[in-house]
């Protein structure tokens, strides 16, 4: 009879919810591995706190890629826009004439004017998006190497007062070697990151553009016999990346409180790794977008578990990025058996009948 319960509940998931838990269970296990074998930062608090204070930014863009890909789509140049987000700002800021608003407009309006632009050459023009974005990629690191050729660090105060609020609790926060107390720490990123995740699933879940990208991912045809306005539904997909790259961007330049072109390299790269590690398909139509940050976490705590294990000493920092593909790979690999088994029917879905996931 457990067994009958437990197959029951399991067939009345959605693929998106089953991949999010497996992606959970998977960081949770992989944080309680390190915690274990390697203590030092994993038994704090804080340690968990500087996964989310340190890719804040990453934690935006893996959303921003997962709306794209849910409708089909992708988008590769999210981290040159960052690049030059934090380049245009930086040097607009030291100016002498710098203001944060105007420099958040900056941001805003530099992430919409790439969304716009991509995303009418892609769902209008019909324009491969992989083209497009990648050569919005090199155009957007050119243009940030044009505004400044080195890093720029900000020296604007009010801005270094900005970057500098952060929440602390003493009560998570640990006993320092001299004997003070070292509370724990989060960024002001982090928060404007988790409410942008909250505002992206309701819109996802509860509005008809989110219903709308689900069955345009799912099957365009479909979806378009059904009266969705598909090529619409694809541009704004775009739009809404653009923008919350434009986010990111700030976000990343208030983390980092300078603006070059080498910054946020291989980001998109990373955002869409954390997207599919998440549980958003690249075929489009499955992703819930709560998986993204549990994504970016996975891939993060194992970046930060490959660093403390010393192999990457002697310049072999290069493990980093095989130990990224490797997991990759292996994410691709068990989505796909994972909805093919479903598929034939041992974990057959009931509850959707449709290629499109909406979760629910």
């Known amino acids: ?108 309006g530099i992430g919409l004017t790439f969304g716009l632009v991509q995303g009418f050459l892609v769902a209008y023009m019909n324009v491969q998006p992989f083209i497009i974005t990648l050569a919005g990629m090199f155009f957007a690191r050119g243009m940030a190497t044009v505004i400044t050729a080195n890093s720029h660090t900000v020296k604007l105060e009010s801005f270094v007062q900005l970057r500098s609020i952060r929440l602390e609790i003493n009560s998570l926060g640990y006993v320092a070697r001299n004997g003070n107390l070292i509370p724990a720490t989060i960024d002001i990123g982090v928060f404007i990151a988790l409410f942008l995740v909250v505002i992206i699933a309701v819109v996802l879940k509860w509005t008809r553009f989110g219903r709308n990208l689900y069955a345009v991912g799912g099957n365009s045809q479909s979806a378009l016999m059904l009266g969705i306005n598909v090529r619409r539904t694809r541009f704004y997909s775009y739009v809404v990346c653009g923008l919350l790259a434009g986010v990111a961007g700030y976000v990343f330049l208030l983390k980092a409180g300078s603006g070059y072109s080498q910054h946020a390299m291989i980001f998109e790269m990373r955002a869409i790794a954390a997207s599919i590690i998440g549980g958003t398909m690249l075929t489009g139509g499955v992703g819930n977008i709560v998986g993204s940050p549990i994504g970016v976490l996975v891939l993060m705590t194992i970046e930060t578990i490959v660093r403390g294990s010393g192999i990457t000493a002697g310049g072999r920092i290069w493990l980093q990025d095989v130990t990224t593909g490797v997991i990759l790979f292996l994410a691709l690999v068990l989505q796909s058996m994972i909805l093919s088994y479903r598929g034939n029917g041992s974990f057959k879905n009931k509850k959707i009948t449709k290629k499109a996931d909406v979760p629910e």
């Open 1 to 108: 009879m457990q067994n009958n319960s437990s197959s029951s509940k399991i067939s009345q998931l959605t693929d998106s919810n089953l991949l999010l838990m497996i992606a959970i269970s998977i960081f949770i296990i992989l944080y309680v591995s390190a915690m274990f074998f390697f203590g030092g930062s994993f038994a704090r608090f804080q340690g968990l706190f500087d996964l989310f204070n340190n890719n804040a930014s990453l934690l935006i863009l893996a959303c921003a890629l997962s709306i794209v890909m849910v409708g089909g789509g992708i988008d590769i140049s999210v981290g040159g826009v960052v690049a030059l987000i934090t380049a245009a700002c930086a040097v607009y800021l030291d100016s002498g004439s710098g203001n944060i608003f105007v420099s958040v407009c900056i941001a805003l």
